[in-house]
């Protein structure tokens, strides 16, 4: 059974939970690392007009302009990325949404899915403290409870916790148990409804917690012992393309394809005959590969994503900048413009430096930024 600490505060309950044997209260003095991911934040967003405070911590930090989001990868393969620095293929999490041939339905990836240990259970090992504040349901869902204290809403909040409410729970998980490692994923500004104001108000939000929390470690004496890595999992979603009307109206394809539906990177499985499999996957990449919007059409083998990502992805977006910055009091943080290419699969291993940690089994498939 897992403890729980239910807090009260003027905004309301907090409700966290701690791995058995695991106490809340402060472990020490010793250097902490936050993790805070601005889900869906484009680079073009990133201004003194939005985001003033990603800004000052940029300016007063490390800045990775060359840094680019891993092509044909949702939301939850990338924060998983982030916390195992392996690819798709190691970790078992190639998407959002995945085709399930055991139960012959689509669903979302979960606990049972992520194979590949994260940072969140491979601290600890070494005597460490994590903790996870994960503003979507599907990213607790998929981390479940590998972290020592973990941020459960209540009452339940389907889909997306607004931001408030999620810097709410960060802040009472630092009070309350003060982890060497956090990890919190904002996602105000991922949700994308088309309207200008609206999007530029999620923007701000989600940059205004990310205020909140240097201010709130300031004011605690932890900022001279914090190190920041911000970074965003990929840019806003992209408009639906429906690749279904375009299969069923194919009297070759119709009732033989299942799709997975991944925004920028659907994945496409043949459900027909074995002995047809060859021939109808060629069909179906000339088929999906003339739908306005593709880009390209590939193996799951191409990007990494492992045999769970079926026969074809069918890719909408490739790589794209995201803003990444380290940042904090910490002495170990640096000052300026880093010319270094990175990915979001390089914030496991710049982690597992600041703490010491080994290498995990067939090592990263990122390297460490600082």
């Not at 003027?10 to 966290?16: H, I, K, R």
């Not at 060359?66 to 939850?76: D, E, F």
């Not at 994945?267 to 739908?291: I, N, Y």
Request: glycine content about 10%.
């Amino acid at each position: 059974m897992k403890r729980r600490s239910l807090l009260k505060a003027a905004a309301g309950s907090v409700v966290l939970s701690a791995a058995p044997g695991v106490a809340f209260g402060s472990a020490g003095a010793g250097r902490r690392v936050y993790v805070v991911v601005l889900d869906g934040l484009r680079p073009d967003e990133v201004g003194t007009a939005l985001t003033p405070n990603l800004v000052a911590l940029r300016e007063d930090g490390t800045h990775f302009p060359r840094a680019r989001s891993l092509p044909a990868v949702a939301s939850i393969p990338d924060h998983v990325v982030m916390m195992t620095g392996v690819r798709p293929d190691r970790t078992g999490v190639p998407a959002n949404t995945v085709f399930d041939r055991a139960t012959g339905v689509v669903r979302t990836p979960d606990h049972t899915d992520l194979r590949f240990p994260t940072l969140l259970e491979r601290l600890p090992q070494l005597g460490f403290r994590t903790g996870s504040v994960l503003s979507k349901e599907y990213l607790r869902g998929v981390f479940g409870t590998r972290a020592s204290y973990h941020w459960e809403p209540r009452p339940p909040i389907t889909g997306h916790t607004p931001d408030a409410f999620t810097s709410h729970a960060l802040h009472a998980m630092i009070a309350e148990a003060d982890p060497d490692l956090v990890f919190v994923s904002f996602g105000d500004c991922a949700e994308d409804s088309g309207d200008a104001v609206v999007r530029s108000l999620a923007v701000r939000t989600s940059d205004e917690q990310l205020g909140k929390l240097v201010r709130y470690l300031k004011a605690t004496g932890r900022w001279e012992r914090s190190v920041l890595v911000v970074v965003t999992d990929h840019p806003a979603p992209l408009a639906d393309v429906s690749l279904q009307q375009h299969v069923d109206a194919d009297p070759l394809l119709r009732n033989k394809v299942v799709i997975a539906p991944n925004g920028g990177a659907d994945l496409l499985h043949w459900t027909g005959p074995a002995s047809d499999r060859e021939l109808a996957l060629r069909h179906l990449e000339s088929v999906v590969s003339r739908v306005p919007g593709v880009l390209s059409v590939q193996p799951p083998a191409r990007w990494r994503l492992g045999a769970e990502a079926g026969d074809l992805v069918v890719c909408r977006r490739a790589a794209e900048p995201v803003p990444l910055l380290v940042a904090g009091g910490d002495p170990v943080v640096g000052r300026g413009i880093s010319a270094t290419p990175a990915s979001t699969v390089d914030v496991a291993p710049t982690v597992g430096r600041l703490f010491g940690l080994p290498e995990p089994s067939g090592g990263y498939d990122g390297q460490s930024v600082i």
